[in-house]
């Protein structure tokens, strides 16, 4: 696995996280080309934190899905809160990301990956916390207002 041999390499240069606890969270392993190693790691980190970012936005500023619509609704006040705090969280580390992308450093990403780290558990606390809320509202009894017809 010259992944992680990479990887370990650069855990002891850049005190970054242990190999196994990140690819545990961001699938690191998973990354094909490892020319730029801690640049892949950054862009994996990045990627995964947008996707996380486009489902928060969906429930902050529903549009026309009908997912967003219902999901808006299954959250407290105290719940969009969160929501929009863990949103704001993680978009300044996707722009600290692409930012650090401009600089072509290892020492840029390896701070980076540090940081991202560093704030990760509270996160995914959030994270977990509203998808158990939008979870348990799919699971719930939805009242359907619209009658769907068929047009054939």
């Not at 299954?74 to 978009?91: H, Q, V, W």
């Amino acid at each position: 696995m010259a992944i992680k041999k990479e990887y370990l390499a650069l855990q002891k240069q850049y005190d970054l996280p242990p190999f196994d606890d990140m690819n545990k969270e961001f699938e690191i392993d998973a990354i094909e080309k490892f020319l730029f190693p801690l640049r892949e790691v950054r862009n994996r980190m990045i990627d995964q934190l947008g996707g996380h970012a486009c489902l928060l936005e969906g429930v902050l500023s529903p549009d026309q899905k009908v997912s967003a619509f219902y999901e808006g609704k299954f959250l407290s006040k105290d719940d969009l809160g969160r929501a929009f705090r863990t949103y704001k969280d993680i978009m300044a580390l996707i722009r600290m990301g692409q930012n650090n992308a401009l600089a072509f450093s290892e020492k840029v990403d390896a701070a980076f990956i540090r940081e991202v780290w560093h704030q990760w558990p509270d996160i995914k606390t959030a994270l977990r916390v509203i998808t158990q809320r939008l979870t348990q509202g799919w699971s719930s009894n939805i009242q359907q207002k619209y009658q769907v017809e068929y047009f054939g």
